[in-house]
């Protein structure tokens, strides 16, 4: 669609939002629970130990599918927010569906903006941080029973040929930040609770996934809040330009009045 685009979407197709960092510490990995502890209880009241910890320390460390994997899952049963920490990575996650409950998107910056770049300064304070490896924003958007090349700006099409399915990746530099851009229109959502099925939706699927590298720890840490708005607000308006007006009016798009 054209600007201006909405400041936000009624009933927004939103599942699930990341923001995701990968550093390096001096401390000892064993030293990072206890450490992590008294400053994240006081915001999520229950945590889970993730299967991850049942594999060997030295696997965990030296493999690198495994090497920037959460160890502890700390979340609120009020709301669909949460905080996955390990040794080297530190992630918030909304979801909109958890434990049977449908938990509404709080919102960048009434909410979201705030809370984790203070959370995240109390903890990388402990932390005696070497470097930030990576620092990523990502926003997961679901469209049930809706085929998703009909009603996107991108094109995708044969001359003489019916496309049956859409599966694309492609990658968008914009300034510092590099937007990796996943859209399917064949894709699934299933929600278990208990190991049972609660919600399965078949449909398409926005997945934009943008990731900044800081170059200086010092720099950045001061103005972290002002970089996670940056990479919020980039990633909102690609998913815009990628979808056409109708797609946008399907979802209620809510417009700043003007004064």
Excluded at 60 to 85: A, C, V
């Amino acid at each position: 669609m054209n600007k201006p685009y909405p400041n936000s979407l009624k009933n927004p197709p939103l599942i699930e939002m990341i923001i995701e960092y990968r550093f390096n510490s001096t401390l000892p990995d064993e030293a990072l629970f206890g450490l992590y502890y008294p400053i994240i209880k006081e915001y999520f009241s229950n945590y889970n130990t993730l299967p991850i910890m049942n594999i060997p320390l030295e696997a965990r460390n030296t493999d690198i599918s495994l090497m920037y994997q959460p160890h502890y899952h700390f979340y609120d049963e009020n709301n669909g927010l949460s905080l996955l920490i390990g040794p080297r990575v530190l992630t918030f996650k909304y979801e909109r569906f958890r434990e049977g409950k449908i938990n509404q998107y709080p919102g960048w910056r009434n909410s979201i903006s705030k809370f984790s770049s203070e959370l995240t300064n109390e903890i990388f304070k402990k932390l005696e941080l070497q470097n930030i490896e990576r620092l990523g924003i990502r926003y997961i958007d679901f469209f049930e029973n809706l085929k998703l090349g009909e009603y996107i700006t991108p094109s995708f099409s044969f001359p003489n040929r019916e496309l049956e399915r859409l599966q694309v990746t492609c990658s968008i530099q914009e300034d510092e930040i590099l937007h990796n851009i996943n859209l399917s229109d064949s894709a699934e959502f299933k929600h278990f609770v208990n190991n049972e099925l609660r919600i399965h939706m078949v449909g398409s699927l926005i997945d934009v996934d943008s990731e900044y590298i800081p170059k200086d720890l010092n720099e950045v840490l001061p103005i972290l809040e002002d970089i996670l708005t940056k990479m919020h607000d980039d990633n909102k308006n690609l998913f815009y330009e990628i979808m056409k007006n109708e797609l946008v009016e399907k979802y209620n798009p809510i417009y700043e009045e003007k004064k």
